[in-house]
């Protein structure tokens, strides 16, 4: 009750805001789904229901809550999976029929098991209330049943301090709850941009369940931002690196839970995102989802991942119980099919494709499908001359573009193995959190393989997620290399090769060398003087006739080349053996 009167009186000091005046009408909307709210005289409503869906419970009512409920039977345990910076625990309540609650037990059960998160973007947080009520409804209703064929894995809330850095005036384009948490945590890291480089705490805890309780299935739960649609529930997954699975996610899980989901009132839908950013008269493309991402992250290492985005422009009552739906028919679905989904997973973790792709590209010729849309106006703004979308609430039935990221762009041959020097620690204990497998050496040993030069770099203008980011022209080059005891071998003949590689080649834009954990390499830092350049460049001229005859040509072709001393005394030292042979040079060996 203080909550709600804090947030009504926020609101009168800022009504506009409050009332979200600024949203396009929301359809109405009376789904079979209603039924699933408790009744006011359940003693287990949960406080999102108590409200009427106009606030959810902060950090420390969701955990008392969850408490007691735990203390009143025998199905449930609560656990601390992490600490957050601001000294709140993250924690995962865990749900099994068996008494089995260790990661030992749940990882080797015959029973399917699913790991669902919400709140890894605090102010999107459907999954939580969502999760309360159906575990109350196994606990106490009708749906104990539930357990007897799969075991559950909950995380109510992953950003806990983005969660209670809440307020009315949090994304003012969802409609709902009024006291919506903050999507970052809180050092402003977007944690579902982490889950390859591993900084946060939050992405570190998540991973390290994934690892210790080998989930059959992940499901990663957020709200929407952007245009408006008839859709209500949409969601997805990658398909670009675990092919078996994705077939079982296409062709079972996908028409089972849009079967469900329109059985109790909902309309479900694949991720949207308008290809002009405005309205869809132009047709909707896919996301280019990468592994920094949790739903690609999860297709990288062969676990099959599930992406929930939620339409923000719809109330949030419809959203909660349209994710209800979802999470109670995908565990009953497991109970049925998990044992081809295990197969599915079996068969592409023993998968070593010869080669890889790195990224990928937008395909020049788009599919056709039917959308379900939201008529759009556009009229000329009065505050930029420009033009803006408008949506009217009127649903439209349309044939679009779909526009999809399926042709490879930058791609490598499948490496025996990365060498990755002792000099990077922090490389090596990150691979290691992700669970890939390394063996360490105890002994120096010397390297002669294939290496990249990075040549062109470019460093990113401002940070991303924390990190100086850098691309490059990646070029092979053979070198020699001494690696000290520390330092590591890591084969891609193992279930997490794939993962492997994405992370330690180059060319991908996930990789650690991309992110920024290799600056290094740029910096030089020996030179040489004039008065030593000038009788070695005439000195190299008169005994290199072909290094002469470059000399000439570089200033034939390059009218700026002599007007610097310093440039043509840097140009003849970089040919000399005096030379860094080290820069830039990407310190990762491989093994072909």
């Known amino acids: 009750m203080k909550i709600i009167l804090a947030l009504v ?34 003693k287990w409503i949960t406080p999102a229901e108590t409200s009427g869906f106009v606030t959810t419970p902060d950090y420390q009512a969701t955990m008392d809550w969850l408490r007691r409920l735990e203390k009143e039977t025998d199905l449930v345990r609560m656990i601390s999976i992490g600490r957050s910076l601001q000294g709140r625990d993250i924690n995962m309540v865990i749900v099994s029929s068996s008494g089995d609650f260790t990661p030992e037990k749940l990882s080797t059960s015959t029973k399917p098991l699913l790991l669902f998160q919400a709140g ?88 390290s369940v994934i690892n210790n309780y080998d989930p059959d299935l992940y499901i990663d739960i957020h709200v929407t931002d952007g245009a408006d649609y008839q859709y209500d529930v949409t969601y997805g997954f990658s398909e670009n690196y675990s092919p078996a699975i994705a077939s079982w996610l296409r062709d079972r899980l996908r028409p089972s839970m849009d079967a469900e989901l329109k059985k109790w009132g909902h309309i479900p839908g694949p991720i949207i995102f308008a290809k002009n950013d405005m309205d869809f008269a132009d047709g909707m493309t896919e996301f280019p989802f990468s592994p920094r991402l949790s739903n690609a992250y999860g297709d990288a290492r062969h676990l099959p991942t599930i992406l929930i985005e939620n339409h923000s422009l719809k109330p949030f009552r419809q959203r909660v119980l349209g994710t209800y739906v979802f999470l109670e028919g995908v565990i009953r679905l497991l109970e049925k099919e998990g044992s081809a989904l295990r197969d599915a997973i079996e068969k592409d973790k023993r998968a070593r494709p010869g080669d890889l792709v790195l990224s990928w590209k937008r395909s020049a010729i788009p599919d056709t499908i039917e959308f379900l849309g939201i008529e759009a106006q556009r009229r000329k703004s009065e505050i930029t001359g420009s033009e803006y ?26 490496p025996k193995a990365f ?133 000439d040509k570089k200033k034939q072709d390059d009218a700026t080349f002599t007007a610097s001393p310093y440039t043509v005394y840097n140009w003849f030292y970089q040919k000399s053996s005096y030379m860094d042979k080290k820069w830039l040079i990407y310190p990762v060996g491989m093994d072909f």
């Not at 890894?120 to 459907?126: F, Q, S």
């Not at 009520?133 to 539930?146: A, E, P, Q, T, W």
């Not at 020097?421 to 050496?441: F, K």
């Not at 991303?464 to 070198?479: D, L, N, R, S, Y």
Request: one cysteine or more; charged letters at 25%; aromatic letters at 10%.
């Open 9 to 42: 009186i926020a609101c009168l000091a800022t009504i506009s805001l409050c009332g979200q005046d600024f949203l396009p009408p929301a359809p109405p909307w009376k789904g079979k789904s209603l039924e699933l709210i408790a009744s006011p005289k359940n």
């Open 120 to 207: 890894i973007h605090a102010g999107e947080i459907d999954g939580k209330d969502a999760g309360m009520m159906l575990l109350r409804d196994i606990v106490f209703g009708s749906k104990k049943n539930l357990l007897s064929g799969v075991n559950v894995l909950f995380i109510p809330i992953l950003n806990v301090d983005g969660h209670e850095r809440a307020s009315s005036l949090n994304r003012p384009n969802q409609r709902g709850p009024q006291n919506m948490g903050w999507r970052s945590n809180a050092r402003n890291y977007n944690l579902n941009r982490d889950y390859t480089k591993l900084d946060t705490e939050e992405i570190r805890t998540i991973v």
């Open 389 to 414: 979308v408008v949506w009217n609430a009127k649903p439209v039935k349309q044939r679009i573009p779909s526009f999809r990221y399926t042709t490879p762009d930058k791609k490598t041959d499948r």
């Open 419 to 551: 060498w990755i020097p002792s000099t990077y620690p922090e490389v090596i204990s990150r691979l290691r959190l992700h669970g890939i497998q390394v063996e360490e050496i105890n002994a120096p040993t010397e390297l002669e393989g294939k290496f990249f030069k990075i040549e062109n770099p470019r460093f990113s203008q401002r940070p991303t997620e924390g990190h100086f980011t850098v691309q490059g022209e990646v070029k092979p080059a053979v070198a020699k290399d001494v690696l000290y005891p520390g330092s590591v071998r890591v084969s891609t003949d193992q279930p997490l090769g794939d993962l492997a590689i994405i992370l330690l080649h180059p060319d991908s834009p996930d990789s650690f060398f991309q992110w920024g954990f290799f600056p290094e390499i740029f910096s030089r830092t020996e030179y040489v003087e004039q008065y030593v350049m000038e009788p070695m460049a005439q000195k190299m001229l008169k005994e290199d006739a072909a290094l002469k005859e470059e000399f």
